[in-house]
């Protein structure tokens, strides 16, 4: 649907809409009718052979199945992530590869459970995991954990939490919460969340002490950590395998200053009741599937320029548009990667015999895209851009009123392309993964094609003999509307400000983007989100375990991590990517969205080394002790690097559990981009990459606006 020339688009909500997609798409009952999976067509998808397969007799999922690490509780994974279920690999990077045993991973409603080869691909655990362990009888508060109010208190000498760098020595700062979505105090999980990506290739050791009940007293040691923390077993001792695989961590805590005790209370400071270890993922383990593919098709081009067909071009009168005065659209061939002919939603990498992505013979797709060229193009052309989506969106939304004001205001022309993977045909699929984790590479694994589609419009959009030089983007006379000089920016909002980050980091032709309303890591974001509540509804009855949903988002952020920002993070403005240029980034956030969680925003802003235009907000707004700990901040403007800037339109704090700000009144997610002054400080970023002041030295406000963007 067209956005209304000189109006804004407009959306009634974006939950709703999912709603209706997933009803249609599936066939789908919310009230409890049967789920049926099924493709953007309508028909039936049937399970892929070895996806899954039904729990062993008796074991309703929770029971203790093969290769269960003897510490936990509860939940075979438990706790995780762990090394217990890595195994010895002197070819990984890490040392490392993840070793899942079938029947250790989450049974859904039907007792099937997924496939584990999609994992044991990896060489470890994903940089943003969430640290999840059951303690019964915990009680956060009397035990000072943490929360996320906090942070700095999790690196305290007496810390009851800590998390450990193993290879450094160094504590990494967190948070941690109960998940309040627990329906049942003994399935009630324990998350502990990273305030800082943890570092890649890295081991790291967990230890739980001084733990408390609600009573305020002191939480019995289990009897199986008692014996393995305790004197050496006997190697025919069921522990003794265990106790040999903790010992470095053990060290490593001791180093950092966390005795143990073999058995007995937690009353003594230094008391340890629980401890484990774990590996994250090397780079090339997170990052190589994509860089394979985007370097094989940039490659097979030979330094042209990527085919493409202009398969539409309108122009505008003022009257028609005061912005834009010509929308072009067009296809961009793509070479596929993956294992069905154009690629289509469903599809996962066609992989070679040594496990990396390799085209099937002539397989390409095509990335459809939309342009739109500002009326200031015609006396001087416009910096070519590309433009970001939101959820399960589409390239549509270039069209959007902000954007094209964006556009006339600061000379851009934004092209966009749909976010394969995750764009509204991708509904489908999301949902069934939801319904089968073992189907989660059909989202995860096209959605890295998709950041090759995109790659491959921005290409054609600054080389010389693309589409600078087509008649469809110049005057009449043959005058160029594009200028390509500097480049090419990126501008992304919500989903397009999370897959943005992992797009600027392998792009080889975009060195500044803006990322708005953004965080990263979705196993994170989920269930802060106001828009998971559509597909919350399919999880609930796929995996109606509170527990096991943990252990599903868990899992499936280590697939998550090859398509977002979460797994390219550390590469974003450092240490950057093989065949890249230096990258900047510019976050503007929305305190208080209702639809991307600021403490996302916050641990990314921490990871890629962003610094703060403050004064962020103004006084006493925040609940936190320490507003955007570990965040340095910018003492003067204008400042050339990376930076967040928070933007205030009066919304309500966000909650400080893990829970959508359901009932907070206004959601503010689409306010900055709406805002004149945000878009002068995003384009004068995008066009010298300063970072300037826009608010008069006092924290940015933006008014709000009645009806959402996607």
């Known amino acids: 649907m067209r956005a209304p020339r000189g109006g804004r688009f407009r959306s009634a909500g974006l939950a709703g809409t999912l709603v209706g997609a997933l009803a249609g798409a599936l066939g789908l009952s919310l009230a409890g009718a049967p789920v049926s999976y099924g493709d953007d067509s309508g028909s039936t998808r049937p399970v892929q052979q070895g996806s899954n397969q039904p729990a062993p007799p008796g074991d309703n999922g929770h029971g203790r199945a093969k290769g269960c690490d003897p510490l936990g509780t509860s939940a075979c994974l438990l706790p995780f992530p762990n090394d217990w279920f890595t195994r010895p690999d002197p070819r990984s990077p890490t040392g490392r590869r993840l070793a899942l045993d079938r029947t250790a991973l989450p049974a859904d409603s039907q007792g099937t459970r997924p496939d584990p080869a999609p994992w044991n691909r990896l060489d470890g655990f994903s940089p943003g995991s969430t640290l999840t362990v059951q303690v019964p009888d915990l009680d956060p508060d009397a035990t000072g954990i943490a929360p996320v109010t906090d ?61 408390r009940d609600a009573n305020g007293a002191p939480l019995p040691v289990p009897e199986a950590f008692a014996k393995v923390a305790g004197p050496r077993l006997p190697a025919t001792d069921p522990l003794a395998a265990r106790q040999r695989a903790l010992r470095p961590a053990l060290r490593a805590l001791a180093r950092a200053g966390v005795a143990r005790e073999g058995s007995g209370g937690l009353g003594r400071l230094g008391g340890l009741g629980l401890a484990w270890d774990f590996t994250v993922a090397s780079r090339q383990s997170l990052t190589d ?98 433009y970001g989506h939101g959820l399960f969106g589409g390239r549509d939304e270039v069209g959007g009123g902000n954007v094209r004001a964006m556009a006339e205001e600061h000379g851009f022309t934004f092209c966009a392309t749909d976010w394969a993977g995750m764009a ?142 979460n797994g390219y993070a550390a590469h974003l403005t450092r240490d950057r990517l093989p065949g890249t240029p230096r990258h900047q980034v510019l976050m503007h956030i929305a305190y208080g969205d209702h639809q991307v969680a600021n403490v996302a925003a916050d ?64 959601d503010p997610h689409s306010d900055p981009r709406n805002s004149v002054a945000a878009r002068a400080q995003k384009g004068a970023f995008l066009t010298t990459g300063r970072v300037i002041d826009v608010c008069g030295g006092a924290p940015c406000t933006a008014t709000p606006v009645p009806l959402r963007n996607p």
């Not at 600078?468 to 500097?486: I, V």
């Not at 975009?510 to 919350?536: C, W």
């Not at 507003?627 to 309500?652: C, E, F, K, N």
């Open 151 to 211: 942070i700095g208190l999790s690196l305290a000498p007496d810390a009851p939490i800590v998390l450990v760098d193993m290879d450094t020595g160094k504590r990494a700062p967190y948070w941690a919460e109960p998940d309040v979505n627990a329906t049942r105090p003994d399935r009630r999980a324990l998350l502990i969340h990273p305030a800082k990506n943890l570092v890649e290739g890295h081991r790291y050791a967990v230890g739980l002490r001084m733990l």
């Open 289 to 386: 599937d994509l860089l394979t593919i985007r370097d094989d098709a940039l490659r097979g081009l030979g330094g042209s320029a990527p085919p493409y067909a202009i398969t539409g071009v309108t122009d505008f009168t003022e009257q028609q548009d005061p912005y834009i005065t010509r929308e072009v659209r067009g296809e961009v061939t793509v070479p596929s990667y993956l294992d069905t002919p154009g690629g289509p939603p469903g599809s996962r990498f066609h992989r070679g015999s040594d496990g990396a992505p390799r085209q099937l013979p002539g397989n390409t797709q095509k990335a459809a895209f939309r342009c739109e060229i500002p009326r200031s193009a015609l006396t001087k052309p416009a910096m070519p851009a590309l």
């Open 424 to 565: 509204r045909e991708d509904v489908p699929i999301a949902a069934a993964a939801l319904g089968d984790l073992g189907r989660f590479p059909e989202l995860s694994e096209r959605l890295q094609q998709g950041l090759l589609n995109a790659v491959f419009v921005g290409r054609a959009l600054v080389h010389p003999d693309g589409l600078p030089a087509d008649p469809a983007l110049r005057t009449a006379d043959g005058r160029p509307l594009l200028d390509t000089t500097h480049g090419l920016a990126y501008d992304g909002n919500s989903q397009g400000g999370i897959l943005g980050g992992a797009l600027i980091a392998v792009s080889p032709d975009i060195e500044r983007g803006v990322l708005g309303v953004t965080g990263m890591n979705y196993g994170l974001l989920l269930n802060r989100s106001v828009d998971f509540a559509p597909f919350r509804a399919v999880l609930d009855r796929s995996y109606p375990d509170k527990l096991d949903q943990q252990l599903y988002l868990g899992l499936a952020q280590l697939l998550w991590d090859h398509g977002e920002t």
């Open 603 to 666: 641990v990314e802003a921490r990871t890629l080394g962003a610094r703060l235009v403050t004064p962020a907000l103004a006084a006493g707004r925040s609940p936190d002790r320490t507003p955007y700990w570990g965040i340095r901040p910018i003492r003067q403007l204008p400042h050339r690097g990376s930076a967040m800037t928070v933007w205030d339109s009066g919304a309500p704090s966000p909650p400080t559990t893990n829970t959508p700000p359901t009932g907070h009144g206004h």
